[in-house]
């Protein structure tokens, strides 16, 4: 994608990850310590906490501000977390030069960080809710907690920041190819490429978790194959509308399976403005969120 670069051009500041799921999968190793926290090597050999490479990668993408949305009292382990250790302990890291300025950097992380309280289960569309008066009327980058993204030569971050400069103020989404025994864990998408960009995608239909004859008949996308998809990849680019959509539905309890789900949101929102997404080519997702797929993203996501 070769971004246009204007000085009139948005730049996104303000990014949202949900960390307010109870793990339950991950249950009764999510008791002791919460799913966001567990422990993850880096290609570098540096294990840290999983949301810390959220924060690595967002800053690094020139986000300014992130809120971290969370149970009640959740917060203050990852305050705990990011304060890192005190003097004592880091006079025995100045053995490993590497592990005393990670110490340091997570300490400048946490000056970025805030949190918003979801204090019910009500769905991811609820959770997202929560961030309305973090947002304060701006374009956010909403990512995954429970998965890992990693892009090269580009950060998958910084492509769907940039992603701002040529949306025209709509929201765009992060999509890539997915098979139809995976359509169940995932929304899709319908829409037509751009001439000029291929990977910028029109958006003309969102569905969450579609069956497979529905993706068949309804969720096409040009230049993929027969039973070929465009699914969500696990970050989204959320105009500032997607908070009036939200709060229209809680109002008048408008829900999927008992809860209020974002795709649902995500497809009013495209009804009444207009969607983009933005296929992913050279990117990675790493999902954390069972613990079979923990034990296999934890050592994919070390290789680098």
Not at 38 to 50: E, H, M, Q, S, T
Request: aromatic content about 8%; overall charge neutral.
């Amino acid at each position: 994608m070769t971004p246009v670069t204007t000085s009139a051009s948005p730049r996104v500041r303000k990014a949202v990850v949900p960390a307010a799921g109870l793990g339950t999968r991950h249950f009764p190793a999510s008791h002791a310590v919460k799913k966001e926290l567990f422990p993850v090597v880096g290609p570098d050999g540096i294990a840290r906490a999983l949301l810390h490479y959220h924060l690595l990668e967002l800053t690094a993408a020139g986000i300014e501000q992130i809120c971290i949305i969370v149970q009640p009292g959740d917060d203050r382990p990852i305050r705990q977390y990011l304060a890192g250790p005190g003097d004592a302990y880091l006079q025995r890291l100045e053995k490993y030069p590497a592990l005393l300025a990670e110490a340091r950097q997570m300490r400048e992380l946490s000056d970025r960080v805030c949190f918003a309280v979801q204090r019910e289960q009500e769905g991811y569309g609820h959770a997202v809710y929560q961030t309305k008066a973090f947002a304060g009327g701006e374009t956010v980058l909403l990512c995954l907690g429970d998965h890992l993204f990693r892009g090269k030569p580009v950060s998958p971050f910084v492509e769907l920041a940039d992603a701002a400069k040529i949306s025209g103020g709509k929201s765009v989404s992060a999509v890539n190819r997915i098979g139809p025994t995976q359509l169940k864990g995932f929304g899709a998408i319908a829409g037509k490429r751009r001439d000029g960009n291929r990977r910028l995608i029109d958006v003309s239909l969102i569905i969450e978790k579609p069956d497979v004859a529905t993706a068949r008949k309804s969720l096409r996308v040009d230049g993929l194959e027969n039973d070929v998809f465009l699914g969500w990849f696990g970050m989204h680019l959320l105009a500032p509308s997607i908070y009036d959509v939200l709060e229209q539905m809680i109002r008048d309890d408008v829900r999927d399976n008992n809860e209020f789900q974002l795709t649902r949101a995500q497809e009013i929102q495209r009804q009444r403005e207009g969607y983009l997404a933005l296929e992913m080519l050279h990117a990675q997702r790493f999902d954390f969120g069972e613990p079979d797929d923990f034990v296999k993203s934890v050592q994919e996501f070390r290789r680098g």
